[in-house]
């Protein structure tokens, strides 16, 4: 077998695959195998927190009715942002697997085609180590945009009305409307659907480049503990 061009391209492919394997799963798990897996509330940053007290700015009646009000206390205030923040990545991450978003959007900026230019900067393993990227939603299909850097790009109500109504902002868009996140209208989003917002608004907060716009003057990147 291995005197014809058949055996010598099947062990060639064996090689490769062998090569792959080791480049894209074993060495990768070595060189962060010394990182704990981070939790929700330890992925709640300055960006993120930015975004979830924006959407209590943007949708005061709504937000009330999910998470109710904050306490008086600048120092409670702050612990109480943060709880309700994690609980709410969770649930939105939760929303986004169970809806399908990851069939349509990948979250890998790859290191080919210049897709840094369209996506953002190219994707690093230690980015994925946290629960909410369980299970990994990498993908292979592009029918809407790569998600890894979309958090910060716009604004949350914006995202509104495209679950809302995708075509209102993007003309021919194949991806379906998602009435159940709202009650009524765009501008009454329900817990699931600020769950949802604040899930998307956290995709690529903890990179340096938050957001991937030149013109933008990123918010510095900390726990929101110490930003009180």
């Known amino acids: 077998m291995f005197e014809r061009k058949s055996g010598i391209i099947l062990i060639a492919g064996i090689g490769f695959f062998a090569l792959a394997f ?25 960006n993120l927190r930015y975004q979830f007290e924006d959407l209590a700015q943007r949708f005061p ?8 009000q904050p306490p008086a206390d600048p120092e409670k205030a702050g612990r109480w942002y943060d709880e309700h923040c994690a609980s709410a990545l ?13 069939h349509c959007h990948s979250q890998f900026v790859r290191p080919v085609s210049n897709e840094d230019r369209r996506w953002g900067p190219v994707s690093k393993s230690w980015e994925y180590q946290n629960e909410l990227q369980r299970p990994v939603m990498f993908g292979t299909r592009r029918v809407g945009p790569d998600l890894s850097r979309e958090g910060g790009r716009r604004s949350s109500d914006w995202h509104a009305v ?8 993007s003309q021919k868009s194949p991806m379906p409307r998602y009435p159940w996140l709202f009650d009524g209208s765009p501008d009454k989003p329900n817990i699931r659907g600020l769950a ?28 929101a503990a110490a930003a009180e």
């Open 90 to 102: 969770k649930l939105g991450h939760q929303i986004y697997v169970g809806e399908g978003c990851w």
């Open 22 to 46: 080791l480049s894209n799963a074993v060495v990768p798990v070595l060189m962060y195998r010394h990182l704990p897996e981070q939790t929700a509330e330890q992925l709640v940053n300055g």
């Open 162 to 169: 495209h679950f809302f109504e995708p075509e209102a902002l």
């Open 196 to 223: 949802l917002i604040t899930y998307i608004q956290w995709l690529g907060s903890w990179h340096e480049t938050y957001p991937y716009y030149e013109d933008y003057t990123a918010v510095p990147i900390k726990t």
């Open 61 to 68: 009646q709504a937000f009330e009715t999910a998470y109710g």
